[in-house]
């Protein structure tokens, strides 16, 4: 077969790639805001809650954790009657999402703590409430650093969804698998996906970069 004929599979596959890409980095950015911002909380449920998921989903492997959420968790769920089975596209996007939230909740606190005290007595002696401060003082300032670290975990969760293959999920990976299989002709498949997964990273690094740029300006506005 010639190598241009790989082309119309392996862009099936690139696109269930980007839409995994794009849903879990966005669900995972949630996640990190909201468990990020929860291990700062002075509520003891809400910090221990915050403290478990983070060091769980940053101290096991991605892999087993893609796994458990196919595999096992619809079991249990048939144990106590529920039906807890997801499509593979859902198994992966929530796998992939809750494991780069758990790093990104990590970044979230450093950035928040990095804020200066003064702002926050500022803030105090202004009389804003909570919400207030968070939103006029801690936010503006603290996203800004968040970005260059969320950036390249937006890259590595783009390489990460890889694994979702393992789960007959056809991305671009299962796409490269079915192809070498059927022709043996492993270096040329292999040599187009890896330059297919270099040029999304560098589509996906350049839109990090506007959207950081975007964000710095809204800081420089005072917004």
């Known amino acids: 077969m010639e190598w241009t004929s790989y082309l119309a599979p392996l862009s099936q596959g690139a696109w269930v790639t980007v839409q995994l890409t794009v849903y879990s980095t966005i669900l995972g950015a949630l996640c990190a805001f909201v ?23 940053r101290g096991t492997s991605l892999l087993v ?3 458990w959420i196919y595999f096992a968790l619809p ?28 790093y990104g909740a990590e970044v979230v606190r450093g950035a928040v703590q990095a804020v ?3 702002q926050y007595e500022a ?13 006029r003082i ?27 293959s ?4 056809g991305d671009m990976a299962f796409r490269a698998e079915q192809i070498r299989n059927f022709t043996q002709d492993s270096v040329t498949v292999y040599t187009l996906v890896l330059f ?5 990273a560098l589509v996906l690094t350049a839109c990090m970069k506007l959207l950081e740029r975007y964000v710095g300006r809204w800081r420089a506005a005072g917004r």
């Open 138 to 164: 801690t936010l503006p300032q603290a996203i800004p650093e968040m970005m260059p670290t969320f950036g390249n975990l937006a890259v590595q969760n783009l390489k990460d969804t890889a694994l979702v």
């Open 75 to 102: 079991i249990m769920g048939q144990a106590i009657g529920l039906d807890l089975r997801f499509p593979p596209v859902v198994a992966g996007v929530v796998a992939l999402a809750l494991n780069i939230g758990a």
């Open 166 to 169: 393992l789960i007959s999920l």
């Open 123 to 135: 803030a105090t002696a202004l009389n804003f409430t909570g919400r207030k401060r968070l939103w």
């Open 65 to 67: 954790q893609l796994f």
């Open 116 to 118: 200066p005290k003064e």
């Open 196 to 200: 297919m997964y270099f040029g999304m």
């Open 35 to 57: 468990f990020g911002l929860g291990k700062l909380s002075h509520n003891p449920l809400v910090k221990g809650v915050s403290v478990a998921y983070i060091e769980i989903f």
